[in-house]
């Protein structure tokens, strides 16, 4: 299929770029995964397992479970880092997620592919999820300058299993919070394989799937 794209300028589901870039992201290393504390990263001592739902024998590494008292560490430093995030002028702020949604432009099938893995969507299911995630952070950062009111400090975004990257990943969307995430897999992978970071953002993870 070509890169024909709709009417509003999107491109549409390219079977050959998904299957080029699903064949990539098997051959990914394997690694473990630390949580992060404002950047820092932070290792419990205590990992375990995550394999792929649609395929066991696919692992995408070892995962954090967080000790006591990390929970509440996370919380602490995403309300030192609101402080600074809430009086940083608009025009900077919509500035990281621009560079956040370039990114995520040029990721977009190998993205798709990391969904597709690790929730178990469909090919032309995780490419319009990637799509979603790039839909809310360009409505977010055209509707921020226009919000009023106070802001409402630090969130906790938890992953829906049926939307694992654009309903925690469009969950800062451009306004005022710094952001606490405890995310599943998916969010991991891509903070390792994307250039573009929110250094600001106080953030714990903590996988999903663990029950």
């Not at 770029?17 to 992060?36: G, R, W």
Request: charged share 25%; aromatic share 8%; proline share 4%.
């Amino acid at each position: 299929m070509s890169d024909a794209t709709t009417g509003a300028g999107k491109e549409l589901f390219d079977e050959e770029k998904f299957e080029t870039a699903f064949q990539a992201v098997l051959q990914m290393n394997k690694k473990d995964y630390p949580s992060y504390i404002k950047g820092m990263k932070i290792a419990s001592g205590n990992t375990f397992p995550v394999n792929s739902p649609i395929d066991n024998s696919i692992r995408f590494g070892l995962f954090q479970d967080p000790e006591a008292g990390i929970s509440q560490r996370a919380v602490e430093a995403s309300l030192e880092v609101y402080s600074d995030w809430s009086k940083t002028d608009v025009s900077v702020r919509v500035e990281y997620f621009q560079k956040v949604l370039k990114e995520l432009k040029l990721q977009r099938y190998r993205l798709a592919a990391i969904v597709l893995l690790s929730s178990g969507m469909t090919p032309k299911e995780s490419v319009a999820e990637v799509d979603r995630l790039i839909e809310i952070l360009e409505s977010e950062c055209k509707r921020v300058k226009d919000i009023k009111g106070e802001s409402t400090g630090a969130w906790a975004v938890i992953t829906s299993h049926n939307s694992p990257l654009a309903s925690p990943g469009g969950g800062g969307g451009g306004g005022r919070d710094a952001v606490q995430i405890m995310s599943c897999p998916c969010l991991h992978i891509l903070r390792n394989i994307g250039k573009s970071r929110i250094a600001r953002w106080g953030d714990e993870s903590r996988c999903g799937q663990k029950r």
